[in-house]
């Protein structure tokens, strides 16, 4: 496959053009591939500044998607693909960089599957990418089955056009987010029997499934090359400060200078994940849910908003020339090595631009 003739959509919401288009520079050096820049909702400033900057090459475009109302992220990708005509549709979460060359290791990839997808978060541990089978929710960080069916991102994907139109025109199933009651009857049974019958499907989460079913080749794998911050999109908006739930949270972050956090973090999740619902669900779902799941559930979203959080406030102190933020501590090592890590590669990124004149390096 020739990278060069695959363009991938990168989606950008209100309040994060200045901050992560830049990234595409990482894109755009390290592959030959093309991007569209797809503003979402974003007021005339913010999408001014995404038109300009893909002025400034020929591998990049703009597209402007809603001008006073965001689209919810699976009706955005719904529309690109109803007006993609390549033999791929591909797409990008926007807080993904490149620190090195990835794309002929991603031609190889995409030359034996019909849906390729990758973009681990860099706050995942095990527990957020394999989903048990007796776990009833499929959410984003999910990529595989713990029985070892691979089941895909949506971070960063690339579908075969002409089998994903297929599926969506037999099912009427989008991109959008669904609850298991949302479900046709038709799905529900197929869903059944291949054993993915879930409360909820996170975006993309459902067809997938169902290309699956369909009997089309889908594959997961990491490209080392790029890096996802995972979520600073969908948070933007909220403070860069650190996410404290309570007291739990703060010992295990300060008590013997973080040596107790992982247990202190697990029963912090596990205390909150029994007393309240569980994010995106009624109390009566969540009652059907084990209290594994429920832990599990509230670990992700704790990781998902301090990485987020702090890739906020390190974004922004580079901008402003200001003091960096601390390293979140999440209570999972490897996680946190890797944030450290990235973290030098954001700084690299941003280094040959001086925070006083970034917004003018994002219009080129």
């Not at 895909?152 to 991109?175: D, K």
């Not at 987020?308 to 102190?317: D, E, I, M, N, Q």
Request: proline share 6%.
């Amino acid at each position: 496959m020739h990278t060069a003739d695959l363009q991938f959509h990168i989606i950008y919401t209100p309040d994060t053009v200045v901050h992560l288009t830049p990234f595409v520079l990482s894109l755009l050096e390290f592959s030959d591939c093309r991007y569209q820049l797809v503003s979402n909702g974003c007021l005339p400033p913010e999408a001014d500044l995404l038109e300009e900057f893909c002025a400034g090459d020929p591998r990049l475009s703009f597209r402007k998607l809603a001008t006073t109302e965001m689209l919810d992220h699976g009706s955005a990708l719904d529309t690109l693909q109803a007006d993609c005509r390549d033999e791929w549709f591909c797409f990008m979460d926007s807080d993904i960089l490149a620190v090195a060359p990835f794309s002929e290791l991603l031609g190889r990839y995409i030359d034996d599957c019909d849906v390729f997808s990758s973009g681990h978060p860099l706050w995942h541990a095990p527990e957020d990418i394999f989903l048990p089978p007796h776990f009833r929710r499929w959410q984003g960080s999910y990529c595989a089955a713990t029985d070892g069916t691979t089941l895909g991102f949506t971070y960063f994907a690339l579908y075969r056009n002409a089998a994903l139109s297929q599926v969506r025109q037999e099912t009427g199933i989008g991109f959008g987010y669904r609850y298991w009651d949302t479900v046709p009857a038709a799905q529900q049974s197929v869903l059944k029997q291949s054993r993915l019958d879930k409360i909820d499907y996170d975006t993309g989460k459902l067809l997938m499934a169902l290309m699956h079913i369909a009997g089309f080749r889908l594959r997961a794998a990491e490209l080392d090359a790029l890096l996802h911050l995972g979520g600073v999109s969908a948070l933007a908006g909220e403070p860069p400060d650190y996410y404290y739930r309570g007291r739990l949270d703060r010992l295990a972050c300060t008590l013997l200078s973080g040596a107790l956090a992982r247990p202190l973090f697990y029963l912090a999740d596990l205390r909150l994940g029994l007393r309240s619902a569980s994010p995106g669900l009624t109390r009566e779902q969540s009652a059907m849910l084990t209290a594994g799941e429920r832990r599990v559930m509230q670990s992700r979203r704790r990781k998902r908003i301090n990485t987020a959080r702090y890739f906020t406030a390190l974004l922004l102190s580079l901008q402003r020339a200001a003091p960096t933020p601390d390293l979140p501590k999440l209570g999972y090592g490897p996680a946190e090595q890797r944030i450290a890590d990235a973290t030098e590669h954001v700084r690299r990124q941003f280094a040959a631009r001086p925070p006083k004149t970034l917004q003018a390096a994002v219009t080129g």
